[in-house]
Structures are given as structure tokens and as C-alpha cells.
């Protein structure tokens, strides 16, 4: 398995970014998944989560960005999107993707890709 997280960047409070993360293996397509993100000094925090498609793609969110972030699916592209807009200071964090509840394994250990810095700075 391998997950590969991109869009972050640097955004002023107000704006919008759009994060992609590729995910290889099969089980994308039967996976509850979910993004998560870790501000630094922080534990790593569940921010939305998507049913797989089989359940409805069914989106939930954290109550701290309900109504400003939109999580997605393209199961024919092995894609998680996570579209945020009215971002704050407070959503600086690094971004990552995975699978929800469990964390994806590897040789008996959790697996975390690399993950995208948001940062939200005037």
C-alpha cells in the first residue's frame, strides 16, 4: 500500500485549497476513509471521513469545520479530496489520508504517508 497526500500550501484566512491524496491497493474501494490532521505540538485529529460507495459515499465531519470543508471520493482514480475554504489560522496543520477506523498496515505496523503542510497566515 501507499498513500501520496498533495495540495497544501500557504493561504491567507478566508481562502480555499483543495487536497488530493492517491491511494494504492484495493481496499480504497471498500474502505470507510478519512482525512486527519496534526498541528504541531498537537495529536493527530479525525477531520472528515467518507463511507465507501457501497454504503453511499456518505460524508461526516468534525464539528470544527462542518459547513467549511467538503470530503470526496474518485473510486476510479483511487482519490480522497478534501475541499476546504473559509480557512482559519486554526486549520494549520499537516493533512494526512487513511483509512477509517483502522489505520492501513504494513508488515504489521500503521502506515501514514507523508502528508501536506496547510498553513493559514495573513
Known amino acids: 500500500a501507499q498513500i501520496v497526500e498533495s495540495g497544501g500550501g500557504v493561504v491567507q484566512p478566508g481562502g480555499s485549497l483543495r487536497l488530493s491524496c492517491l491511494v494504492s491497493?484495493?481496499?480504497?474501494?471498500?474502505?470507510?476513509m478519512a482525512w486527519y490532521r496534526q498541528a504541531a505540538g498537537e495529536q493527530r485529529e479525525l477531520v472528515a471521513s467518507i463511507t465507501p460507495p457501497g454504503l453511499g459515499s456518505i460524508p461526516r465531519y468534525s464539528g470544527s469545520v462542518e459547513g467549511r470543508f467538503t470530503i470526496s471520493r474518485d473510486n476510479a482514480e483511487n482519490t480522497l479530496i478534501l475541499q476546504m475554504s473559509s480557512l482559519k489560522p486554526e486549520d494549520t496543520a499537516v493533512y494526512y489520508c487513511?483509512?477509517?477506523?483502522?489505520?492501513?498496515?504494513?508488515?504489521?505496523?500503521?502506515?501514514w504517508g507523508q502528508g501536506t503542510q496547510v498553513t493559514v497566515s495573513s
Open positions: 491497493g484495493h481496499f480504497f474501494r471498500i474502505s470507510h
Open positions: 487513511n483509512r477509517d477506523p483502522r489505520p492501513i498496515s504494513v508488515n504489521g505496523s500503521e502506515y
